[in-house]
């Protein structure tokens, strides 16, 4: 709880801001000593000596951290063939003995593997695992594991020109852009220290790269102005090995901000050398003050956004056409697939694939399939909606296997709770990264490799440049994310992009032993809670895959019964309330979006008796009689989840309150307060949606299941 807007004093003459106190780290080992010395002095409770050659006798007790090329004991203790399996961010956790010295060697083939590992090490440490006789070899499964940084304001709802409300409830946006207002002296270039906690949170979890701005993007950020302030901010987050990128607007070229360099809408033409050249010109600015500038996300023909398909080219000629401007520089594009227009498909969900499908499959002049250049990414949510608590996975992973695909994640709260809710999302991205694709290829045989994680880290299809993108929860609040526990989902994205593999409940304790307590009962008590949390919340919001149905005005709570402008954006468009039942029919008897899947999942969703039941109505128009597997009628069972959600949120209350004796006395408060919170707005989705569905079912609330309010 520092003063997060205390200002550094900035290594370049940018920023010499009025009472910077303390200065930056300018390299990435200057960065791990740091965490040692600051983790291991308040773990230990003792000063650590640094010294930056321990010379020949290596003190007992030595931690040694290092590159074999900054190293000279790195190299006497790890060889090269011992480094070589971790390649560039992974690392090497060594324990050693030589008569009565003891130490452990950290050590990476580049630096950023060395702090990976110095954290990991500390982590170790802090969980109270043992940190002798390691020998521990550690990589990534995934290349670039990136957060993408909307800003906090939410554009559509108009509602929230403060920043207050909306994608993360009070936590207000965490870089300081603007040039003139409440917050001047404080901006950037000026580097604040909450952008250095955040940078440290994300290094201790092997994230290595953000785009800093909304996706719906404002060109104001390729501004000669903001690139400077982005550059500061690029110098601030290097040595924790966080690279930087920028969202952009297909239409840039014609801003007259950047005249006389713009362009018309008629030299838009992505095959066009003036195109290509805009976007080459405003990446080299970018790269020669951003050295290690990694490129530009797009979110194109998109709600509103412009893009290709306004010139009549598609989202491969527009996508190749700013890669290529921008391949000599090293740089990449992460063009989203979140597109959904109405003219394609009456399906919202089947009109993605529709749109990039048949890109992936074209051949290429030497035989190869997929137009789609190399240093392109499609990113892709997890599921073909958007981000809602429970999806099945997109269809579009495993069918795009000529192309390179990200995984887009929403770790912060939109759908799932905002920043009121506790809802710890690793198991959904468990259920997500372990979901079986039943992929073939092209001869029709089962790959071997194939769930979504296979997918995604490219050993399914053989894809040597990876991703996995996710939506950030940083704000300005003291604890970054508003609420306590929305830190375990920044925390969990980060280990489960490293490794997909990993159990959701063990990085559960990881964070519970490294943020609340080490305490067996308090771990115990505190991982069940959350284990339990996300499903909770899936059950009182929308149960039985019951998809969006979340009020327009802030999407935190409910309103089934809404009716908007744009049928794909309206709660009723999507459960399809009537005598019959509820949910959308997408088997080959309604829309057949089941035929996206590969066919032993299409076979499985696309038939009522076999689809697994929290996706039922996901692909079925279910009847109220409809018999459940508990035996229970649907319409009993949906009545029972929806109170079993809310009572879990009850159960975590009271839990939360026997804990008070062993936990610190402001952060507990912290959290039973918004548990209240929690409680009471489970109760209101609880109690709107089933009296709503009663219209339709004509039925009460079963007997059995205990009352409802
Ligand atoms: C959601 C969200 C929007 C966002 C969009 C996207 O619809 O509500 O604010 O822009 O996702 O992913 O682009």
Redo the contacts with the bound molecule.
């Keep these: 709880n520092a003063d997060r807007n205390k200002v550094y004093r900035h290594s370049t003459n940018l920023s010499m801001a009025p009472g910077s106190t303390e200065r930056l780290v300018e390299t990435t080992l200057a960065a791990a000593r740091d965490e040692l010395v600051r983790g291991l002095g308040g773990l230990l409770d003792q000063a650590v000596p640094v010294k930056t050659s321990p010379g020949d006798r290596i003190p007992d007790g030595a931690v040694i951290v290092g590159t074999r090329d900054s190293s000279s004991a790195v190299r006497q203790y790890t060889s090269a063939d011992d480094l070589a399996p971790v390649g560039d961010d992974g690392y090497l956790i060594r324990s050693f003995s030589r008569g009565t010295q003891r130490f452990t060697v950290i050590a990476g083939n580049t630096e950023a593997g060395a702090l990976y590992g110095t954290f990991a090490f500390l982590r170790r440490l802090q969980t109270h695992k043992p940190i002798t006789r390691l020998d521990i070899s550690e990589s990534p499964r995934v290349k670039n594991r990136h957060l993408n940084n909307?800003e906090t304001v939410?554009?559509?709802a108009g509602n929230n020109a403060s920043g207050t409300g909306g994608?993360s409830g009070e936590n207000g946006t965490i870089f300081n852009f603007a040039a003139t207002g409440a917050s001047a002296g404080r901006n950037l270039p000026v580097i604040l220290d909450r952008y250095i906690v955040v940078a440290r949170a994300m290094a201790s979890v092997g994230i290595n790269g953000i785009t800093i701005n909304?996706?719906?993007a404002d060109n104001v950020y390729l501004t000669a102005q903001y690139i400077a302030q982005e550059a500061a901010l690029a110098d601030a987050l290097r040595p924790y090995g966080i690279k930087i990128a920028l969202s952009i607007n297909y239409t840039a070229p014609t801003d007259p901000r950047f005249a006389p360099d713009t362009l018309t809408n008629e030299q838009l033409d992505p095959h066009g050398d003036e195109f290509r050249g805009w976007w080459n010109r405003r990446a080299r600015m970018l790269r020669d003050s951003i050295p290690d500038f990694t490129g530009f996300t797009v979110?194109a023909n998109?709600?509103g956004?412009p893009g290709p398909q306004d010139f009549g080219d598609d989202h491969g000629d527009g996508a190749n056409a700013i890669a290529a401007a921008v391949a000599p520089l090293g740089m990449k594009i992460y063009w989203?697939t979140?597109v959904y227009n109405a003219d394609v498909d009456e399906d919202r969900l089947k009109r993605a694939y529709l749109e990039f499908g048949y890109i992936d499959d074209e051949r290429r002049p030497d035989g190869t399939r997929g137009r789609f250049l190399d240093n392109v990414f499609l990113q892709t949510?997890n599921g073909p909606l958007?981000?809602q608590a429970r999806e099945p996975v997109h269809p579009m992973f495993g069918r795009m296997e000529n192309t390179n695909q990200a995984l887009?994640l929403q770790v912060t709260q939109?759908?799932t709770g905002q920043d009121e809710m506790l809802c710890y999302l690793a198991p959904m991205w468990e259920e997500v990264l372990k979901t079986d694709t039943y992929a073939t290829d092209e001869r029709g045989r089962l790959l071997g490799k194939r769930l979504m994680g296979h997918i995604v880290d490219g050993t399914a299809q053989r894809h040597s440049d990876t991703a996995i993108v996710g939506?950030a929860n940083l704000g300005n609040a003291d604890n970054v994310t508003g609420h306590h526990f929305s830190q375990a989902n920044l925390f969990a994205f980060g280990r489960q992009s490293w490794d997909w593999t990993l159990d959701s409940a063990d990085i559960a304790a990881d964070w519970v032993r490294m943020t609340w307590s080490n305490r067996e009962h308090v771990v115990g008590t505190i991982v069940k809670m959350m284990m339990g949390s996300w499903e909770a919340l899936v059950s009182y919001q929308t149960p039985l895959g019951i998809a969006h149905q979340f009020r327009s005005s802030d999407?935190y709570g409910p309103n089934p019964a809404e009716r908007l402008a744009r049928d794909d954006w309206s709660p009723v468009y999507y459960n399809k309330a009537d005598s019959v039942g509820l949910g959308y029919d997408r088997s080959p008897t309604g829309s057949d979006f089941t035929a996206q899947y590969f066919p032993t999942l299409e076979a499985r969703y696309g038939n009522i008796g076999t689809v697994p039941e929290n996706l039922l109505m996901w692909f079925h128009h279910v009847s109220w009689d409809h018999r459940m597997r508990s035996g229970r009628i649907f319409w009993d069972e949906l009545v029972y989840r929806y109170q079993m959600g809310v009572q879990y949120v009850t159960w975590m209350r009271l839990t939360w309150d026997s804990l008070q004796p062993s936990l610190d006395a402001r952060r507990f408060s912290e959290v039973k307060a918004k548990l209240a919170i929690h409680e009471a707005d489970a109760g209101d989705w609880r109690d709107t949606c089933v009296n709503y569905w009663k219209e339709f079912s004509g039925r009460d609330n079963p007997v059995d299941d205990g009352p409802l309010s």
């Design positions: 909307w939410r554009l559509y994608l909304l996706v719906n979110k998109s709600e956004q989203r979140f949510k958007d981000f887009e939109e759908y939506v999407h």
